[in-house]
């Protein structure tokens, strides 16, 4: 079986995480110290004060740059770097699910819980209905597509619909000739 995850993926993701959060605790900590020296500079300030001018101005002038940093910063990179390590917590503590299947196609790109994955689609047999269902498994966008062949069987090991591991099944009639 080829693994798609390991622990070092794990650890990585986590890292970033850390480097992301160091970065911004950092940036807010300037901007709390520069608002606080700012304030307090503000208030030392005899009533009426041509200073009081500039001071106000910096001050909202630094409150836009921080606005402006945090919400692209903590709403883009730290939204999907966070996704992505609660993805592979669930990896690693969720339920496995074991599918034997064969390869259907390729669907679009989309994001599944905040996580960017491409969708391959397999055909399993609903016995209730007695017909072919399709069923879409998302790989991970961060990853290299498995060589998956149209109509070939895949043996599959998912957690939550999200390709874990998987397996190329040998056909069938290749072996009986060998």
């Known amino acids: 079986m080829t693994r798609l995850y390991t622990d070092a993926d794990l650890y990585a993701a986590y890292m970033q ?4 959060l160091g970065v911004f605790f950092a940036v807010t900590g300037v901007y709390a ?14 009533y009426e004060d041509p200073n009081q001018d500039w001071v106000i101005g910096v001050t909202c002038a630094l409150t836009a740059l921080y606005i402006i940093f945090l ?18 917590k669930f990896i690693s503590v969720g339920l ?10 390729v669907d679009d790109w989309t994001t599944r819980d905040g996580v960017d994955v491409n969708v391959a689609t397999f055909r ?3 016995y209730k209905r007695d017909e072919d269902m399709i069923r879409q498994i998302y790989v991970d966008g961060e990853k290299d597509f498995p060589p ?10 998912s957690q939550g619909n999200l390709l874990i591991e998987y397996e190329m099944q040998k056909e069938e009639g290749a072996c009986a000739q060998s």
């Open 17 to 20: 995480r850390r480097r992301i």
């Open 33 to 46: 110290a520069a608002f606080i020296g700012l304030l307090v500079y503000y208030i030392m300030l005899p």
């Open 148 to 157: 998956f062949e149209e109509g070939k069987t895949v043996r599959l090991i």
């Open 96 to 105: 496995k699910e074991y599918t034997v299947a064969p390869f259907a196609g």
């Open 124 to 126: 399993v047999h609903n």
């Open 71 to 88: 919400f692209p910063y903590m709403g883009i990179s730290f939204k999907r770097c966070n996704a992505y390590c609660k993805m592979l």
